[in-house]
């Protein structure tokens, strides 16, 4: 069963505003429940309908989780800055330690608000190609609508995000139905309560985040997928790293570590 999200617009609705509800409605991947905003208050909103809101404005979607009154919206964030500095001929930590190249295929499991997504979508290029999972519905309805409309100045930020490919799929349940040695790199970045607290860019992913751990069974997986390596990134604290056996590449400057299993 698909999950319920109100969907309203914002209190100024343009024409494009309402056909853009109406296109959203018509959108059989996920189930609105429509309610005209009529200008009741977000608080208003959650009361009545005991629902997540998403709200259609005029530039962007903005989701409501039930009792929150700061929105989830998607942005390019750090992805904007760090596509910069690698055509400014500097180095992304992911970009190395995957070895990622122009035509590699790339499996991001955990794709959250999709920044390290278009960094890696930039790396391989126009004839790579990067697929993101994300198994909150809401997440990743408003990532994947981002992806696809936000616009940059700087043109190879919008190219990149234009090519990522969002499936709303829990990403064991995909890794399973993948042949084996489908995708060059495999990619985990999963969210952890501790990570949250300590990255304050991620407080509106606080109620919508998925904290499931990575399993066994999700690194078995991987292995048989991935042509070429694993990579995770996680709290320096983290127990990962060991437990599965990942060779960490620390960062004296950042609290986030990466990891890479080589295959």
């Avoid at 069963?1 to 617009?9: A, D, E, H, R």
């Avoid at 429940?33 to 009741?40: D, E, G, L, T």
């Avoid at 890696?120 to 190609?129: I, L, Y």
Wanted: with cysteine; net charge neutral; charged share 25%.
């Amino acid at each position: 069963m698909k999950p319920s999200i109100g969907l309203t617009t914002c209190l100024r609705p343009t024409e494009d505003v309402h056909h853009r509800v109406k296109q959203m409605l018509a959108d059989e991947t996920i189930h609105f429940v429509y309610v005209s905003r009529q200008k009741k208050s977000i608080e208003q909103l959650h009361q009545e309908m005991g629902l997540p809101i998403l709200v259609v404005d005029k530039r962007r979607l903005d989701l409501y989780p039930i009792g929150q009154s700061t929105s989830f919206f998607f942005h390019p964030s750090s992805a904007v800055f760090r596509i910069k500095q690698i055509d400014a001929g500097g180095k992304d930590p992911l970009v190395a330690i995957g070895q990622l190249s122009e035509g590699m295929r790339v499996l991001d499991c955990t794709l959250g608000l999709g920044a390290d997504a278009i960094v890696m979508s930039h790396a391989v290029g126009e004839t790579g190609q990067v697929t993101g999972l994300e198994s909150r519905t809401e997440t990743a309805y408003v990532v994947k609508e981002g992806l696809q409309r936000w616009t940059e100045s700087y043109a190879p930020i919008t190219e990149a995000m234009r090519r990522i490919d969002v499936h709303m799929k829990h990403h064991l349940a995909f890794l399973k139905e993948c042949p084996d040695d489908s995708f060059d790199v495999i990619y985990f970045d999963p969210m952890f309560e501790q990570t949250v607290t300590e990255s304050t860019h991620l407080d509106p992913l606080r109620t919508l985040a998925n904290y499931e751990s990575l399993s066994n069974a999700a690194i078995e997986q991987a292995r048989r997928v991935a042509r070429t390596c694993i990579i995770l990134k996680a709290h320096f604290e983290s127990p990962l790293f060991e437990q599965y056996g990942f060779k960490r590449l620390r960062r004296k400057t950042s609290k986030l570590h990466y990891g890479v299993i080589e295959l």
